[in-house]
T-cell receptor, first 114, second 109 residues
Framework: SQTIHQWPATLVQPVGSPLSLECTVE??????LYWYRQAAGRGLQLLFY??????ISSEVPQNLSASRPQDRQFILSSKKLLLSDSGFYLC?????????????FGDGTRLSIL | AQRVTQPEKLLSVFKGAPVELKCNYS??????LFWYVQYSRQRLQLLLR??SRESIKGFTADLNKGETSFHLKKPFAQEEDSAMYYC???????????FGSGTQLTVLP
């Protein structure tokens, strides 16, 4: 069966420090991969999605970047964190294909910027 | 651009009462619509999608294109239904999901 792993679960970082959040999927090939952010009291905002290795689409301009170095690995990064980067980050995957495919979520990373 | 609106941030009902979680969307084409649920200390997970026309855990949702709504309903709420519910839209052939801001449902004993 397919599983998704996301780490770390919580992270406290100072302003200006770098960031690397990792997400891996097992039990499937060529998944679509997604990074979402959930700010307090708001819905999930799609940050990035990827349909293949090295293919990244950005949904919103921001201080973050994403990379997909391997088929089932998706990394969210920042060179210098801002206070506004605080939030709950979720990774998700879906089977390769068009719309209508459900997405499967990881446990999330709670990021606090001091 | 598409948008999903869930007008109620919080909703409380008593056990055994009917419950309806509202979801309205704006999109000019034919969307795929979903309801996701997050129970306490669990992952966000798919509850149901309109193309399946299924009932999951007693919940149903009907797509009303005229009113651009996809309300989630259950005739008799249970305490274990207490959770955060998100409505989401996928615009046809695209892969992205646009989520509403969520409704926290509390079912009181």
């Amino acid at each position: 069966s397919q599983t998704i792993h996301q780490w770390p679960a919580t992270l406290v970082q100072p302003v200006g420090s770098p960031l690397s959040l990792e997400c891996t999927v097992e039990g499937t090939s060529n998944p679509n991969l997604y990074w979402y952010r959930q700010a307090a009291g708001r819905g999930l905002q799609l940050l990035f999605y990827s349909v293949g290795i090295g293919q990244i689409s950005s949904e919103v301009p921001q201080n973050l970047s994403a990379s997909r170095p391997q088929d089932r690995q998706f990394i969210l990064s920042s060179k210098k964190l801002l206070l506004s980067d605080s939030g709950f980050y979720l990774c998700a995957w879906s089977v390769l294909g068009g719309g209508g495919q459900p997405q499967h979520f990881g446990d999330g990373t709670r990021l606090s910027i001091l | 651009a598409q948008r999903v609106t869930q007008p109620e941030k919080l909703l409380s009902v008593f056990k055994g009462a009917p419950v309806e979680l509202k979801c309205n969307y704006s999109y000019s084409g034919s969307p795929e619509l979903f309801w996701y649920v997050q129970y306490s200390r669990q992952r966000l997970q798919l509850l149901l999608r309109h193309i399946s026309r299924e009932s999951i855990k007693g919940f149903t949702a009907d797509l009303n294109k005229g009113e651009t709504s996809f309300h989630l309903k259950k005739p008799f709420a249970q305490e274990e239904d207490s959770a955060m519910y998100y409505c989401a839209l996928s615009p046809g052939s695209a892969r992205q999901l646009t989520f509403g801001s969520g409704t926290q449902l509390t079912v009181l004993p």
